[in-house]
């Protein structure tokens, strides 16, 4: 049996849940992997008296991994970017293999880390073995796109805004309250969690470099349950999406709110739970789902990389060396079906202003919604669903239809997701 010795930095949820599946299922993984972990050191900025660290040594300066001979592998979950990348940079450069949950120094910096002995699946859709399914069991399959809700909060504040009509900011707070969402909820809502997640997605699937200054980003914020409603109406339902695909321009790269028809099984994917569909040539579409975050849903993929490590030391999580250049296109260059929510007064002929500015900008229809106002010289939604069309057209027409008189407000656009 192989032996394997390990130091863990931090004592967060992760950390403890790691911690805790390493003790209570040792049996299983040394029968089913044939390697035993042993844990020789915990090092964490503040101790934690209450948690049982099985022996470990402990300290409060996680460089003291660097320096313990007998670790063999860093398992870094302190998160952030500047110690966690200092400490994973100097533990790759003393020869020693690093298992990582941190999302964000890989996105942001992994070109400039060293790929051999890095392994990183817990970074990426919590217990979902979605960066081996890349390694082992898609990998005779080229990709042509992959689309996914890969954060929890999103689409567990989604998920509740349809089911009971709430709006954003009372389901926030709630979110806030169970935990799901940080008392600075930007990271999630705002969509920098799930792009950075896509970035490390679109280096291994298709082979680039990390590159999540060219991700197009868009949170939730303005999602209403009004938006949820008429989407449910159209007979789609609004969901938070990371989606890559691959054209003969490159490839688009985004993550914003988009209508995904009832039809699609993503579309059921509710809660906290995260779901990765991949496209390929011979496996043809294959959904991946799980719980995307939590420390023993994380646990999990951290555990599964330790082993990892110790059966395949020299394999990487995508090789470097490789990256291609391919271009990835701007926003304003995709082309999409849209939802149009588009707030007017209710008078006669609005309607046709309207369409008449669509049309002027090739803007074809595919379905309309018109409700009555309830009140004399009241407003009225004019809700559209498009054909394809590409977003910078789309960019005109709405400039021209919020320069009308008779539109009230700024008009809601919701890309629809693309038919893969």
């Known amino acids: 049996?192989?032996?394997?010795?390990?130091?863990?930095?931090?004592?967060?949820?992760?950390?403890?849940?790691?911690?805790?599946?390493?003790?209570?299922?040792?049996?299983?993984i040394e029968q089913r992997s044939g390697v035993s972990v042993n844990l020789v050191r915990v090092a964490?900025?503040?101790?934690?008296?209450?948690?049982?660290?099985?022996?470990?040594?402990?300290s409060t300066d996680v460089m003291d991994l660097l320096s313990d001979p007998r670790v063999d592998v860093i398992v870094e979950l302190i998160g952030g970017e500047t110690l966690a990348k200092e400490l994973i940079v100097a533990a790759l450069n003393n020869g020693k293999a690093v298992v990582t949950a941190n999302k964000a120094v890989i996105a942001l910096h992994g070109n400039?880390?060293?790929?051999?002995?890095?392994?990183?699946?817990?970074?990426?859709?919590?217990?979902?073995?979605?960066?081996?399914?890349?390694?082992?069991?898609?990998?005779?399959?080229?990709?042509?796109?992959?689309?996914?809700?890969?954060?929890?909060?999103?689409?567990?504040?989604?998920?509740?805004?349809?089911?009971?009509?709430?709006?954003?900011?009372?389901?926030?707070?709630?979110?806030?309250?169970?935990?799901?969402?940080?008392?600075?909820?930007?990271?999630?809502?705002?969509?920098?969690?799930?792009?950075?997640?896509?970035?490390?997605?679109?280096?291994?699937?298709?082979?680039?470099?990390?590159?999540?200054d060219k991700v197009y980003v868009e949170g939730i914020r303005a999602i209403t349950p009004k938006d949820i409603s008429y989407a449910t109406e159209l007979g789609y339902r609004i969901k938070h999406l990371g989606i890559l695909r691959s054209n003969a321009?490159?490839?688009?790269?985004?993550?914003?709110?988009?209508?995904?028809?009832?039809?699609?099984?993503?579309?059921?994917?509710?809660?906290?739970?995260?779901?990765?569909?991949?496209?390929?040539?011979?496996?043809?579409?294959?959904?991946?789902?799980?719980?995307?975050?939590?420390?023993?849903?994380?646990?999990?993929?951290?555990?599964?990389?330790?082993?990892?490590?110790?059966?395949?030391?020299?394999?990487?999580?995508?090789?470097?060396?490789?990256?291609?250049?391919?271009?990835?296109?701007?926003?304003?260059?995709?082309?999409?079906?849209y939802y149009l929510r588009i707030p007017t007064r209710d008078e006669p002929g609005v309607f046709a202003e309207v369409t008449q500015i669509l049309s002027s900008h090739n803007i074809n229809l595919d379905a309309v919604i018109q409700k009555d106002s309830h009140a004399q010289g009241g407003s009225v939604d004019i809700v559209i669903l498009t054909e394809d069309i590409q977003e910078a057209q789309m960019h005109e027409a709405l400039a021209q239809l919020e320069a009308l008189a008779t539109v009230t407000a700024p008009v809601m656009r919701i890309r629809v997701a693309p038919q893969d």
């Open 112 to 212: 400039e880390l060293p790929r051999q002995r890095l392994r990183f699946e817990a970074a990426v859709a919590g217990a979902i073995p979605i960066i081996q399914a890349f390694q082992y069991g898609l990998v005779a399959n080229q990709f042509s796109a992959l689309s996914g809700i890969i954060n929890g909060t999103c689409n567990y504040m989604l998920s509740a805004m349809e089911s009971e009509g709430v709006d954003f900011d009372a389901i926030l707070e709630r979110a806030q309250a169970l935990g799901y969402a940080e008392a600075d909820p930007s990271f999630d809502v705002d969509g920098i969690d799930a792009a950075h997640k896509l970035t490390i997605l679109m280096a291994l699937a298709f082979g680039t470099d990390f590159e999540f």
């Open 249 to 337: 321009d490159g490839i688009e790269a985004r993550v914003h709110p988009t209508l995904v028809a009832q039809s699609e099984l993503v579309a059921h994917v509710n809660g906290v739970l995260n779901a990765v569909q991949v496209v390929s040539d011979a496996a043809g579409k294959t959904l991946f789902s799980g719980p995307g975050a939590g420390g023993a849903a994380t646990a999990s993929a951290v555990v599964a990389d330790i082993i990892a490590t110790a059966l395949h030391p020299e394999q990487t999580a995508g090789d470097s060396s490789s990256s291609r250049p391919i271009p990835i296109m701007p926003i304003e260059k995709i082309s999409s079906a």
């Open 1 to 28: 049996m192989k032996t394997l010795s390990i130091g863990i930095a931090g004592l967060g949820t992760v950390a403890q849940g790691v911690l805790t599946l390493l003790a209570s299922n040792r049996a299983l």
């Open 44 to 58: 964490s900025r503040s101790a934690k008296p209450d948690v049982d660290l099985h022996g470990a040594d402990f």
